[in-house]
């Protein structure tokens, strides 16, 4: 059982890792033919940087649309935020203090966690707009996402897993000489939940994650005034024609 779950997070991290970094370089190839920033946009690349940084951290243009979903939405990603830097202490051999520290904190983010994507799956089941253009997909990542929030919180507070062998299990991962794994059967669970995320974020709507830095209507500065956008397939058509025309 061990060796299983050993060669199945070692797969899933590396499709995880290979097809995700796939998909952001497709990202940054595609044209930008038009400008297109969403008003008020800003005038400068820093300002760019800094709208970013706040749909990024604080999802501002979510905030102004709906309120409701804002609180949960950032609820959620940030709760999760919190639980993945928790995480790391189990493949670091000598923990940092601010992990340290930050590991009381973490402890009780599972429970925000869970509770924002309960939030918007709510929405998703009674807000008739929402509900309408929701795909089966849509319903299946939130569950998915809550019962590892679930399994997280039961191996925390109900049934105590051996956090050592656990490390212990997590170091073998990362030097690939694996360890025994404790065989409780949340724990169990939980990876297995994990597994399939890492497998199937690269191919799932959950590409927002970077999708967000590549979205033209955020990453654009608006001075069409200024400077004329051309995109760089442009420019070479362009050269070919005039290469093309008799002198």
């Known amino acids: 059982m061990s060796a299983f ?9 590396f499709v995880l890792v290979i097809f995700l970094a796939k998909k952001i370089i497709q990202y940054s190839r595609v044209p ?11 005038l400068t690349k820093g300002g760019v940087v800094l709208r970013l940084a706040k749909e990024a951290i604080l999802f501002a243009a979510l905030f102004r649309s709906n309120k409701w979903t804002w609180l949960f939405g950032w609820l959620f990603h940030m709760s999760l935020f919190v639980v993945l830097l928790n995480h790391l202490r189990f493949f670091i051999k000598d923990v940092p203090l601010p992990l340290v520290l930050l590991q009381n904190v973490g402890e009780y983010a599972a429970f925000t966690m869970f509770i924002g994507l309960a939030g918007l799956l709510v929405r998703r089941l009674f807000v008739a707009r929402v509900k309408y253009i929701s795909a089966p997909s849509d319903y299946l990542w939130l569950l998915l996402l809550m019962f590892i929030a679930l399994t997280g919180i039961v191996m925390r507070f109900i049934s105590h897993t051996d956090i050592i062998a656990v490390k212990e299990f997590s170091l073998g991962l990362v030097s690939f000489n694996w360890q025994a794994m404790p065989t409780d059967f949340p724990l169990m669970v939980h990876l297995l939940l994990v597994a399939i995320l890492m497998i199937l974020l690269p191919f799932s709507k959950l590409l927002h994650i970077p999708g967000l830095f590549f979205a033209p209507s955020r990453n654009q500065v608006d001075n069409p005034r200024e400077k004329r956008h051309v995109a760089p397939w442009a420019l070479k058509l362009d050269a070919e024609k005039n290469k093309m025309q008799p002198k």
């Open 32 to 42: 930008a033919p038009l400008k297109i920033p969403v008003t008020p946009a800003p």
């Open 5 to 13: 779950y050993a060669l199945l997070l070692t797969v899933a991290f």
